[in-house]
């Protein structure tokens, strides 16, 4: 890991600044330290992201969906500011700190498989930095726009080197025609500055739309000329493990199939965050835990099957 005095990862500038090599790591971890095979690290080293076909059951992922299911009919039962909803619309967007809330998201951070992964991946102990649910309904959900997690995380949230990841797990099946995730396969091997300035309480707008933090289209182009643009698909319980600097977007669903996917930040116990980068007020709790960063421990998958 190369040093720095400053800000390593400069974004939000009044002026245009060229996409620059990383200078983390990006697999901290060995063959020896977890489950992941040496193709399957190699493939997460050279991509960003790595797909794991069903990682949860149907009987997990029923009891998955009825609990969602259940937040969208009663969203009153949790704090407003969890329920993000569509612009001008009653649809849910998202939901946020899903883990806190619920026993059963929370025996599944701590799921043994999947801590051995990502624990591996990163090389240390981790605690979640942050966790939601994201929904699209059938015809009316909206996507999301290019972006790096890690740029937004490092200018707003001061986590301070690309030492996390994200998992996603799908609910509902994933399909090129439901508005699937995107990823740029190699676009984490390159940070991708951004211009402007970020706002006060930006989150309140960019979680329903982002404008501050999005790439350019040249540096987009660039990018996808060189690693193409893939679209991982899957049946319900499947894991989608990516880099935290992995530009990823998706589009919105005219389907007639909801699709809705959990997620899961993970952060290095070696990463916690620090003052934002921009010159702003840290982000609210649920969407930048740092009262909550000891390391997790493993659970008994047995305690939610």
């Keep these: ?8 990862y400069p974004s939000r500038l009044s002026h245009t600044l060229a996409p620059f ?29 790595l797909v794991i076909k069903d990682f949860l059951d149907e009987q997990q992922v029923q009891d998955f969906q009825q609990d969602l299911q259940h937040y969208q ?31 059963r998201f929370d025996e599944l951070t701590r799921e043994p498989r ?19 649910i994201n ?19 490092h200018t707003e949230d001061g986590m301070p080197r690309m030492r996390a990841l994200s998992c996603s797990i799908a609910l509902t099946p994933n ?36 404008q501050v933090g999005v790439p350019s289209e040249q540096a987009l182009n660039n990018l996808a000329n060189q690693g193409g643009i893939s679209m991982p698909t899957g049946p319900s319980g499947s894991l989608i493990l990516f880099e935290c600097n992995t530009l990823h977007a998706s589009n919105a669903n005219l389907s007639p199939w909801p699709r809705s996917n959990l997620f899961f930040v993970y952060n290095s116990v070696h990463n916690r965050l620090t003052t934002p980068f921009c010159g702003q007020a840290p982000r ?17 998958i047995a305690a939610y099957a």
């Design 1 to 8: 890991m190369t040093m720095c005095t400053d800000d390593c």
């Design 21 to 49: 090599k990383r200078l983390d790591p990006i697999v901290y971890g060995s063959q020896s330290t977890g489950p992941l095979t040496s193709t399957e690290l190699a493939q997460y080293e050279r991509d960003g992201f």
């Design 73 to 103: 009919q009663h969203p009153q039962q949790l704090p407003n500011e969890l329920v993000i909803k569509e612009a001008q619309q009653a649809n849910i967007r998202s939901i946020f700190d899903i883990h806190k809330h619920n026993p």
């Design 114 to 132: 999947l801590l051995a992964m990502v624990e591996q991946l990163l090389g240390s102990e981790v605690y979640i930095h942050q966790s939601r």
């Design 135 to 153: 929904v699209k309904p059938a015809f009316y959900g909206k996507g999301f726009d290019w972006h790096s997690d890690f740029e937004t995380w």
């Design 175 to 210: 399909t090129q025609v439901n508005g699937s995730l995107m990823l740029i396969p190699g676009s984490h091997h390159y940070f991708v500055p951004c211009v402007g300035p970020t706002p006060t309480n930006n989150y309140r707008s960019s979680l329903q739309k982002q």
């Design 284 to 300: 609210p709790e649920h969407l930048a835990n740092r009262q909550h960063s000891g390391a997790l421990v493993s659970s008994d």
